[in-house]
């Protein structure tokens, strides 16, 4: 997990992001006392998040390890597997990054607005806070699609462009082509596409109550000043929650057209359990293995026995009645069992792929996991003696047996032979030339999931994106601002005001920078109660340029608030 972590540089904050944090934190306070669910006010003080400034990671670790969680930096969007793996060990994911003052109503990437003051309150409620964990465990087993991980790399290429200053409108028009188009082209949802809409409409978009009033609890609408304010209006659409959700997709650029409701944090543990139930993870089979193949990602097959086999899946050979006759993987292998890689069983040994029959032999209806010592015995199962093994779905294994490997319940898991020949038909599948055959033993396939059973078996997996956040380029020019911001906020938090200092502030940002508007709420904010006269130029100034749809609306709820 640990090559997803980035520092949080907090220096690197300007003076005008930390001002920008601060309008957005005060102006939601305010419009969510009524509209946000009871947990998210109490818990913006259990998680340690301030308004006047951006949050450190430390600062809220501090706080969150009283209730059980931890928070680390990522840059922007990580691959859903491993944000929810993040979170199965009850770790939250912050994208260090703040949205521009051009995005302050809303951005399509995530930023510490979105998943420090959004995220991190609610879970402070210990329901909630335990069907995110769940979410979590189950979410990161959950088998993604190839289209799926595509899918991935073009939406985080396309919030890098919306949130950068720099980037020229026919790259994002580009980018925005490319999300569609992968979107257009994926006929079937796969396991991690119907649980990432599942999220979406809980954890980020997710509203709790009655139909006729709800209140909000997802972290895109509690960080949002523009949906927060529009989400419980008529116009959108609410619908009771349920799985069906797992259908609905969503357009991260635009705000939804409909939102689901959920009676109470407890109902959300419910459908996730619903859900769940339709997984490979736990209903294994022919269908879980094909997932493993078609994701051609890592990912992890469990045998009646217990036995883990994780790999690329590459081939399964099968009946018309759908019933598993052997399975394989292509490079890299590592075996386990209990999520524990079976010693001298890891990649180096298995570097080359892992194949191995499963169900009943030929003729036999006590399958080898069920044989006690005597019966290995009866049917040659035993160390040194030279076997043919015929199963049922015409595998044969001819080998001599060197030993065999039990799990604590006494039933055999591996068998290894030398000299070992494996056929299906007329085809070879091993040979004695590659050395010693090891023979993963079960009656069928209990469970297909994403990722390793061992952690460990495999370094660094996952999709990590080559694409990186670009630091945004401040034009020279543009530097004296931030002085400016910070000299305000030197003023506030001294509590003494220099009037001719401030004055001068005001007129270079009338001459420099006609169109800013939150430092001059600032400065208003700051002598309103100090200097009725020279308030009321600012406050004359801040109505003329109020007049631009742009800024009208921010500046009338900062105006609002002070």
């Known amino acids: 997990m640990h ?60 706080k969150l390890a009283q209730i059980g969680w931890a928070a680390v930096a990522v840059d922007g969007f990580i691959p859903p597997n491993a944000f929810m793996e993040f979170q199965a060990y009850q770790v939250l994911v912050i994208a260090s990054d703040i949205r521009t003052i051009e995005h302050i109503l809303y951005t399509p990437a995530p930023d510490i607005i979105h998943e420090a003051a959004g995220h991190a309150p609610i879970i402070a409620n210990p329901e909630y806070a335990e069907y995110l964990r769940r979410f979590g465990e189950i979410g990161s087993k959950a088998i993604s699609s190839a289209q799926d991980v595509a899918l991935y790399e073009a939406i985080r290429a396309l919030s890098i462009l919306k949130e950068n200053p720099d980037a020229p409108q026919q790259a994002i028009e580009k980018a ?37 009033n709800p209140k909000i609890y997802g972290a895109g609408l509690l960080s949002s000043l523009g949906e927060s304010m529009s989400c419980l209006k008529n116009d959108v659409e609410k619908i009771p929650y349920s799985i069906a959700a797992a259908q609905q997709n969503f357009d991260i650029t635009k705000p939804q057209p409909q939102l689901y409701v959920t009676p109470d944090f407890a109902h959300l543990s419910m459908v996730l359990e619903e859900f769940a139930n339709k997984m490979a993870i736990r209903k294994g089979g022919l269908s879980g293995v094909k997932k493993l193949i078609q994701s051609e990602s890592l990912g992890t097959v469990e045998l009646s026995t217990g036995i883990q086999i994780s790999g690329v899946f590459s081939r399964v050979i ?39 029959p499963v169900g009943k032999l030929k003729g036999i209806n006590l399958a080898i996991e069920d044989m006690y010592p005597s019966d290995l015995e009866a049917y040659g199962i035993y160390e040194g003696k030279d076997v043919v093994l015929d199963f049922a779905g015409g ?60 952690p460990h078996s ?9 694409l990186k956040t670009p630091e ?57 109660d100090k200097d009725s006269r020279f308030a009321d130029t600012i406050h004359n100034y801040l109505q003329s340029i109020a007049s631009n749809p742009v800024f009208e609306k921010l500046i009338r709820q900062g105006l609002r608030l002070i």
């Not at 520092?7 to 992001?17: L, M, N, V």
């Not at 068998?415 to 070992?420: A, E, G, L, V």
């Not at 495999?458 to 080559?466: A, E, I, M, R």
């Open 3 to 62: 090559q997803y972590i980035v520092d949080q540089d907090y220096a690197a904050y300007t003076s005008q992001q930390h001002a920008l944090w601060r309008y957005v934190m005060r102006v939601q306070m305010a419009a969510l006392q009524n509209k946000a669910h009871a947990s998210y006010l109490e818990g913006l003080i259990k998680t340690g998040i301030a308004v006047d400034a951006i949050p450190s990671m430390e600062e809220m670790n501090h």
């Open 176 to 212: 925005e082509k490319e999300v569609l188009r992968i979107q257009d082209s994926i006929t079937e949802l796969s396991e991690m596409a119907q649980i990432r809409n599942l999220h979406w409409w809980t954890v980020e978009y997710g509203l709790i109550g009655t139909l006729d």
């Open 318 to 356: 099968y009946d018309n009645d759908g019933k598993i006759w052997y399975v394989q993987t292509r490079g890299k292998t590592a075996l386990a069992s209990r999520n524990k890689e079976l010693i001298a069983h890891g990649t180096s040994y298995h570097s080359d792929g892992f194949g191995s």
């Open 395 to 454: 595998i044969q294994v001819k080998g001599t047996i060197i030993t065999g490997v039990r799990n604590l319940q006494g039933k055999i898991q591996l068998i290894s032979f030398r000299n070992c020949t494996v056929t299906y038909r007329d085809e070879i599948l091993f040979q004695p030339e590659w050395g010693v055959y090891d023979m993963a033993v079960g009656k069928r396939v209990l469970s297909a999931y994403a990722g390793p059973a061992d």
């Open 458 to 466: 495999f370094l660094n997996v996952g999709n990590k994106s080559p």
């Open 472 to 528: 945004k380029n401040y034009l020279y020019r543009t530097l004296p601002l931030y002085d400016y911001y910070q000299a305000v906020r030197n003023y506030r938090e001294l509590g003494t005001i220099d009037i001719g200092s401030l004055q001068e502030i005001f007129v270079q940002i009338q001459a420099y920078y006609p169109e800013e508007w939150l430092l001059l709420l600032e400065l208003y904010e700051l002598v309103k």
